[in-house]
């Protein structure tokens, strides 16, 4: 029920209020409110009519103006498949297909999780007597392999005495593998006494760098060693999205112009979107829906590609974060591989303050030139490396507490990594109305792809974490 207004010049409850005015009333044909006079709710006695008045009079008089521009919320001005839009692509024939890969002979091993120690007539510098080493992998040793212990220093013969020669780590020859951890080697640059009582310390998970082969005069062959290509498997995954729009809706009047297309716009940016989320962080799987009946494939992100092929992760701290981290960040992602010398970074929003917050760092050239060496806020070289930046919004948008997406830079190097389509995006309708089932249309967005990351080791993972570096 309309409230009663109140005269304040009275304070009297008026007349007729709640309906109309005073001395309003009906027209000569019983349509609509006619008033004359003065209108005793108007402020002051006033006269006339009001937006106000007429508001609450006859509601749905005043025409209110419609904004057509409609706001799609969440929408980024950067492109949200931005990664799959860098892609090349190739057409497959199966939903399931290899991707094949060699790589070079492996160069560094490492030995066991525990000290080690050699003494007695396997340090005789002229005919050293084999002894095992424990190992992380010994298949990756040959037979008459020379190898190297990074970090030990050998010993130098001079007069008589052994002293240690600075830089020139111990050497020494594989003569067997035993088993899968075990080695048999000859130390060539060790040290030892006549009662045969010098030792030799090998800390645990000490580098052994693989020198090659070390051939004897007499020697017409060496240990055979061959390069195949690997399988490695990926799963084609399917992706759908739908919309259903009725008859009634396509042909009714609307307050702003939102038509079937502006909904199959929208749907097809969802479309984009959890592809592209897809190809980030997928898992590899094939599993069976009972209640469906049906067997679903979801395919192998490019994180867990990553991963599994051994990319380089790189931890970096903002609290103390300093330019020569970067520069050891880009020594880590570029050396070791045979990658591009250009690399694509896609990160969070929480990289860029902290790489900007880095001081500048100047250097004296010549006595009377200082030249300041910084970054560019797009991109970072060093020596002829270069990765140029890109913020991705989806990691903002997977990340909105900040503890962990927002904080990666994906190092990507984009000849080694691609897309393989089974089916391209396409569109259906379906014209359900002939069916008996619904009266309208529905559109269905179709594709069947999977991300390839060809060369693992040719990318890498940056992780900006909060606080100072852990200490030593």
């Not at 010993?155 to 600075?166: A, I």
Request: glycine share 8%.
């Amino acid at each position: 029920m309309a409230e009663i207004p109140v005269n304040p010049a009275t304070s009297g409850t008026e007349p007729g209020a709640g309906t109309m005015p005073q001395n309003a009333g009906s027209g000569a044909d019983g349509i609509g409110n006619h008033g004359s006079g003065v209108f005793p709710t108007a402020p002051n006695g006033g006269a006339g009519l009001s937006d106000g008045l007429t508001r609450t009079i006859a509601p749905g008089l005043m025409r209110d103006q419609n904004d057509e521009n409609i706001v799609k919320m969440g929408w980024s001005q950067t492109p949200i498949n931005a990664m799959m839009r860098d892609m090349g692509s190739r057409k497959v024939n199966s939903t399931v297909f290899k991707h094949w890969s060699v790589d070079l002979r492996v160069t560094e091993g490492v030995t066991d999780s525990a000290e080690q120690t050699v003494s007695g007539k396997s340090l005789d510098r002229n005919n050293p007597k084999p002894t095992d080493i424990t190992v992380a992998d010994a298949y990756i040793f040959d037979e008459t392999d020379q190898i190297m212990f990074n970090g030990i220093s050998g010993y130098k013969l001079e007069n008589g005495v052994f002293s240690t020669l600075p830089h020139v780590n111990i050497n020494a020859v594989v003569t067997a593998v035993k088993d899968a951890t075990t080695i048999t080697v000859q130390f060539l640059n060790g040290e030892t006494d006549a009662e045969g009582k010098k030792n030799l310390t090998i800390p645990a998970n000490t580098s052994i760098a693989i020198l090659g082969h070390a051939a004897a005069e007499e020697d017409a062959s060496t240990t055979p060693w061959f390069s195949l290509p690997t399988p490695d498997e990926q799963y084609i995954q399917k992706f759908m999205v739908q919309s259903q729009v009725s008859a009634v809706f396509q042909q009714s009047a609307k307050e702003v112009n939102w038509t079937e297309n502006d909904v199959d716009e929208v749907i097809v940016h969802q479309l984009l979107e959890d592809i592209e989320k897809t190809y980030l962080f997928s898992v590899k799987s094939y599993t069976f829906n009972p209640t469906e009946k049906r067997y679903t494939r979801t395919c192998s992100g490019i994180i867990e590609q990553m991963m599994l092929g051994g990319s380089t992760t790189v931890d970096l701290y903002k609290g103390d974060l300093e330019f020569s981290d970067l520069l050891d960040a880009v020594n880590k992602t570029f050396i070791g591989n045979s990658g591009s010398n250009t690399r694509y970074g896609y990160m969070g929003c929480n990289v860029a303050p902290a790489i900007w917050g880095i001081k500048d760092v100047t250097k004296m050239v010549k006595m009377s030139e200082f030249r300041a060496f910084n970054y560019d806020f797009a991109q970072l070289g060093l020596m002829g490396y270069n990765i140029r930046f890109y913020h991705h919004p989806l990691f903002d948008k997977m990340d909105k507490e900040g503890k962990s997406y927002r904080n990666w830079a994906l190092i990507l190097d984009r000849q080694y990594i691609e897309r393989r389509v089974y089916r391209s995006m396409e569109e259906t309708v379906l014209e359900l109305k002939k069916t008996g089932t619904y009266d309208g249309n529905s559109r269905v967005w179709c594709e069947m792809s999977a991300p390839v990351v060809k060369y693992p080791k040719a990318h890498a993972l940056w992780i900006f974490k909060d606080g100072n570096r852990p200490s030593a």
